[in-house]
């Protein structure tokens, strides 16, 4: 199967096209950068282009797309005047797909479409009102990349919800603690009681390709269906790392949410996947990685 990668060397995709790789898919990354991943078909261009998402499917004929692209930058992409560029841009290549006869396209999504005040969040059950910039742009995509579903062309909107893994924006939460353990100074957290959906982002990645491979419609919420407190997190990794007395709970005020957890029955049920990491593995496979950070340093 030739499948199109958007954002395939981001946090997300770079994990996502091994594991194309690996099932015999023939794989063409859309990219600004100037490197390409091992075993891929690079293709240089920005999607925010009018009109370069449109020529780039026309180039490659895709069978699938699995759309990861948007802008992801911590602090910056809930209010990023990009955000409705980035919806129109998803919009043109889930219609340029559907035109020159690919099979099947999957956009990834976020938990900031729902509507948090209830704190659980349910695919068509839970409203669909965000309240941020991102969780609208994101919302409006995906409802109208779905419109163009059509026999023989089947869509589908993966919802992720909190993730960890390696290789993160140092302001994340993981890094966030690791990197003053590492330093050895105090790690500022809020009081940690938020509960939480939490996900390795390799299980993230896995999920996404197991619903690119299925024929599951609509979207479909990306989380473990677990509920852990932000707290859990933090300790964990910090006994870990063997530094719990650097953690500063309470240092930092919080006006987030308190709950905010994900039905997974869909992704159970209807994609047939389960996560391959428990809460502990995920945080034990963290505290390696930072582990080994730290020894890498000079």
């Known amino acids: 199967m030739r499948v199109l990668v958007t ?9 996502v096209v091994p594991r194309l790789l690996a099932q015999g898919c023939e794989v063409h990354v859309i990219t600004r950068r100037e490197s390409a991943l091992t075993g891929t078909v690079a293709h240089h261009g920005n999607l925010l282009v009018p009109g370069v998402a449109e020529s780039l499917v026309a180039e490659v004929r895709p069978e699938a797309v699995l759309h990861a692209a948007w ?21 043109a290549l889930a219609s340029s797909a559907r035109d020159i006869g690919a ?16 704190g659980h969040c349910e695919e068509g059950v839970t409203a669909e ?6 969780g609208q742009a994101k919302q409006q995509a995906c409802e109208a990349v779905l419109a163009l579903s059509r026999p023989g062309f089947t869509v589908a909107w993966g919802r992720v919800f909190f993730l960890f893994g390696d ?21 500022l957290c809020s009081h940690g009681e938020q509960l939480r959906d939490f996900l390795h982002v ?10 690119l491979t299925s024929d599951v419609r609509g979207a479909v919420n990306i989380a473990s269906g677990e509920a852990h407190r932000v707290r859990d997190v933090i300790e964990g990794l910090a006994n870990r790392l063997g530094r719990p007395d650097l953690i500063r709970l309470g240092a930092r005020p919080t006006d987030e949410a ?4 994900a039905a997974t029955r869909r992704l159970r049920d209807e994609v047939g996947w389960r996560p391959h990491f428990s809460f502990e593995a995920a945080l034990d496979a963290a505290a390696a990685h930072w582990t080994a950070q730290s020894s890498s340093q000079p």
């Open 7 to 15: 954002g395939g060397t981001g946090y997300i995709g770079r994990h």
């Open 71 to 91: 802008e992801a930058t911590p602090g910056a992409y809930w209010t990023s005047p990009d955000n409705p560029a980035w919806a129109a841009a998803t919009v």
């Open 103 to 118: 099979r099947r396209f999957v956009g990834v999504g976020s938990s900031a479409e729902y509507d948090w005040t209830g």
């Open 129 to 134: 009102t965000p309240n941020t910039p991102y």
């Open 167 to 187: 290789d993160e924006y140092p302001s994340r939460l993981v890094p966030s603690v690791a990197l003053a353990i590492r330093e050895e100074r105090p790690a």
């Open 202 to 211: 390799e299980d993230v990645d896995d999920a996404l390709v197991a619903l």
């Open 258 to 261: 308190p709950i905010l957890t």
